[in-house]
């Protein structure tokens, strides 16, 4: 399976962007990544196939929003209100296998991963 990020780009603070992934095959859990200058990849959400509850960091709860189109084999995140601590390149991941609860927020769940979209927030 292969994604497609897309979606980045330049925003002010306080502005809104939306990620889109697609994904060339059937997936059950997705999720989005991130990863800014000189710190590791951290989770920012990912939801499953068949399960109605959205996972997200407690960094972006409230602002972000992620959903899935299984039948497009797609994925978005919305992003609001965004801050400059949002800045990162931002990877779009898929695990053709139902990723357990405790291990969703886990890179390791994921078997599939996108080339990054970059997205910047200036102050």
């Known amino acids: 399976v292969q994604l497609q990020a897309s979606g980045g780009g330049l925003v002010q603070a306080g502005g809104s962007l939306r990620l889109s992934c697609a994904a060339s095959?059937?997936?059950?859990?997705m999720g989005w990544f991130r990863q800014a200058p000189g710190k590791e990849r951290e989770f920012v959400a990912a939801?499953?196939?068949?399960?109605?509850?959205?996972y997200y960091a407690d960094s972006v709860k409230g602002r972000f929003t992620i959903s899935k189109d299984n039948t497009k084999n797609t994925m978005a995140l919305q992003m609001n209100s965004l801050e400059p601590e949002d800045t990162a390149l931002y990877y779009c991941?898929?695990?053709?296998?139902?990723?357990?609860?405790?291990?969703?927020?886990?890179?390791?769940?994921?078997?599939?991963w996108g080339q990054g979209t970059q997205v910047t927030v200036s102050s």
């Open positions: 991941a898929a695990s053709p296998n139902r990723p357990i609860t405790s291990a969703i927020r886990s890179p390791q769940s994921y078997h599939y």
């Open positions: 095959g059937r997936t059950n859990g």
């Open positions: 939801v499953r196939w068949g399960d109605t509850s959205r």
